[in-house]
């Protein structure tokens, strides 16, 4: 920093404390104080020059003193909290998932209260830490879920694309504008997540992110680019073990199965969208070479999420003729290289994925024949020889495709005499 800008920005502080005397206040104004550019650049050049072994970090408690934001009510504890003023017994001291037979006994002493209550702390306790890994799990899916539909080159905001897709089942009562600022929150939380389980070799260090740590490190403080913060706390979860014990408890293998779920389904439907897409520029190109053909059948709208009721999709006409080209290029995306990954295999479960992105094989597997069938293609993926994956996936293609058109399906290759008669019937879990 030069003289004529170190007089400037004295010359400036000067007159901001003039000010606040004259005022009677104790304090600078800070929009006084920050009105000018000019004295901002200058004095983000001072912080830059500041000697390494003066903290330039504030404090935690400080930075949380300076926030303005009005404090609210979260709407999910509103009705609750009407109801805790008159009836504080429904602030029931059980779980509504525990299966202790001892919390279900009525309390007849202070003893047993003190005691059931202490239960049910245990078991608050444990419930978060279960529910903040679901949480993560379930921002990197969505994060995912996002970057796979963004990378199949759809125009549309893929969050326009998520935020539809949930609007348009009816199951949700939030405005489509609260929606999507939800899964911008997630998706970011989830990029956050994913890219730093990419650095420690994979997703299953997400169950051993160590409590002793904030859960904001990993979700907002933590940079997302390269530097000395970020390689500091690499280096210290490498050093205590995260990456061995991931390796030992197979938490990768276990990851991958929760997040492909997900995956298998948005695949779909990307490849549901391929097929509109292709259609509706046939469509516009028969227009173009024969004008009279738009009265017959007109052109579908701008693509969406959701393809148009003129256009449906039939994956009943399955087209047996192309077996055999379908295993030669399954075979060929289970061979697919990214740039920045190689090929690798997992001995667990036969999973083929590249080492940057573990998913490559399974969204490549959903690139399907026009008319083959969802049903069948998720059956004869690896991915999904355990019955309850299974299941779960099932009852994820009845949500995107309706029920199976195909009536009882049975699998012999991989789920032995295991039957889905009513796909609709089975449970996510």
């Known amino acids: ?24 206040k104790i304090d600078l104004d800070p929009s006084f104080l920050w009105a000018s ?66 919390q279900a006994l009525p309390v ?37 879920m996002k ?23 009816d199951m949700v009562s939030a405005e489509e504008h609260e929606i999507q600022g939800k899964l911008r929150t997630w998706v970011d939380k989830g990029e956050r997540l994913w890219l730093l389980s990419m650095d420690l070799e994979g997703p299953g260090v997400l169950f051993l992110l160590p409590e002793d740590i904030g859960e904001n490190i990993w979700l907002q403080e933590l940079p997302k680019g390269k530097g000395p913060r970020r390689s500091n706390m690499l280096m210290s979860l490498k050093r205590r073990g995260i990456t061995q014990e991931a390796s030992r408890i197979d938490a990768h293998h276990t990851a991958h199965q929760i997040l492909s779920l997900f995956l298998f389904a948005v695949g779909l439907v990307s ?84 080492t940057q992105n573990p998913f490559n094989m399974m969204t490549s597997a959903c690139r399907m024949n026009d008319y083959s069938n969802p049903y069948d293609m998720m059956e004869s993926t690896s991915m999904f020889s355990n019955p309850d994956v299974y299941m779960s996936s099932t009852a994820l293609l ?14 012999t290759s991989k789920l032995g005499t295991a039957q889905i008669s009513d796909p609709e019937r089975s449970t996510i879990h």
């Open 1 to 24: 920093m030069g003289i004529n800008e170190s007089k400037l920005l004295a010359t400036h502080v000067l007159k901001a404390c003039n000010k606040a005397q004259k005022e009677g």
């Open 37 to 102: 550019k000019d004295i901002e650049n200058i004095a983000r050049s001072v912080v830059g020059r500041i000697p390494a072994r003066i903290s330039r970090r504030q404090n935690k408690v400080d930075r949380a003193a300076q926030i303005y934001s009005p404090i609210r009510l979260p709407q999910e504890l509103q009705p609750l909290l009407e109801q805790w003023k008159t009836l504080p017994q429904e602030f029931r001291l059980r779980l509504p998932e525990s299966r202790d037979d001892r």
């Open 108 to 144: 007849t002493s202070p003893d047993e209260f003190v005691a059931k209550s202490f239960l049910f702390l245990c078991g608050i306790e444990r419930a978060v830490i279960i529910e903040k890994i679901r949480c993560r799990l379930c921002y990197v899916a969505f994060y995912l």
């Open 147 to 169: 970057d796979q539909l963004q990378r199949d080159g759809f125009r549309q905001d893929a969050i326009v694309c998520l935020s539809g897709m949930i609007k348009r089942t």
């Open 271 to 354: 490849h549901r969208l391929e097929q509109y897409l292709r259609i509706a520029h046939e469509t516009s190109v028969q227009e173009a070479q024969n004008p009279g053909i738009s009265q017959q059948s007109p052109t579908p709208p701008n693509p969406t999420c959701q393809p148009s009721d003129s256009m449906p999709f039939n994956f009943a006409e399955f087209n047996q003729s192309s077996a055999g080209d379908n295993i030669e290029a399954q075979a060929a995306s289970l061979n697919r290289t990214d740039a920045g990954g190689e090929i690798s295999t997992n001995a667990n479960n036969g999973i083929s994925h590249n």
């Open 398 to 411: 009845s949500a995107i495709f309706g029920p199976n058109p195909y009536g009882t399906m049975t699998s």
